[in-house]
């Protein structure tokens, strides 16, 4: 995905639409804050343009899109659409169920002694004066996210999240929750940047001059598994959204400097 370029189209068929996003632009419009860009409006657009070129037919080909999914504003990576009703409800059906895998990657602030840990914290949306998702053990709803350490150096961590139920900021409070909070996380965390200085002991650089590797939030949405392609037209079921600029350059260096290899196939 290149630098300030809202999304990126990974798959198309006549049954669905698969979209690398950037992090800052929303899915859908926000129940605080809906006059920025978002992603449904600007593929719509791009639809309508398409259909008044005559580029596509606008039956049964629409120009409207449905949102399968939403990842949060800040989150890149992997967003699913459907491009007809029949194959929305398909869809949503097969969330609901819990049919579709869903892996995040998260860089994290600090270092687990777990390789693998399961939270099952149940989460309350809106739940404080922020608009936050709070762990409420009576009224929360039921919350499930595996998580697998890949990597550590220097007070960073690089996880594998894979949640099994698909709660507002589930991902982000968890590891909150846990002792690490995500980097650059202005909700449940700290929105300082992460700088190649902190964790390569062998940096000789210019303090003053130095930029953040990543000053953004350090999640995203990176593989889909839709779980195969019954009763759809589509023919591919597993998708992987390249990293952006930011967080690939972060995670490289981590893997340049770990003791272990990694083969995220980044």
Request: charged fraction near 30%.
């Amino acid at each position: 995905m290149k630098k300030n370029t809202p999304f990126s189209i990974i798959y198309e068929d006549a049954d669905i639409l698969v979209v690398n996003k950037a992090s800052g632009i929303a899915v859908l419009a926000d129940r605080w804050d809906d006059s920025r860009e978002r992603l449904d409006d600007l593929l719509n657009a791009a639809y309508a343009r398409q259909i008044e070129a005559g580029q596509v037919d606008a039956i049964p080909f629409p120009h409207r899109v449905f949102v399968v999914h939403r990842i949060d504003r800040d989150t890149s990576g992997l967003v699913l659409f459907a491009k007809t009703a029949a194959a929305h409800a398909r869809l949503s059906q097969r969330f609901e169920s819990r049919s579709v895998a869903k892996t995040y990657l998260a860089v994290v602030r600090g270092r687990p002694l777990w390789q693998e840990e399961e939270c099952k914290l149940p989460l309350r949306a809106d739940g404080d004066r922020e608009h936050r998702t709070i762990i409420d053990r009576g009224r929360g709803k039921n919350s499930q996210t595996r998580f697998k350490l890949m990597a550590s150096i220097e007070g960073l961590s690089l996880i594998l999240a894979m949640p099994e139920t698909g709660r507002t900021h589930q991902i982000r409070v968890h590891l909150a929750a846990l002792g690490f909070p995500i980097a650059c996380d202005p909700l449940y965390g700290n929105t300082k940047g992460i700088k190649l200085s902190e964790f390569k002991r062998s940096w000789r650089g210019d303090s003053f001059e130095e930029r953040p590797l990543l000053n953004r939030l350090g999640l995203h949405a990176w593989k889909l598994d839709l779980g195969g392609t019954d009763n759809l037209k589509t023919g591919e079921s597993f998708f992987q959204a390249p990293l952006p600029r930011d967080m690939a350059a972060l995670i490289n260096q981590m893997q340049k400097l770990s003791k272990e290899p990694l083969d995220l196939q980044l």
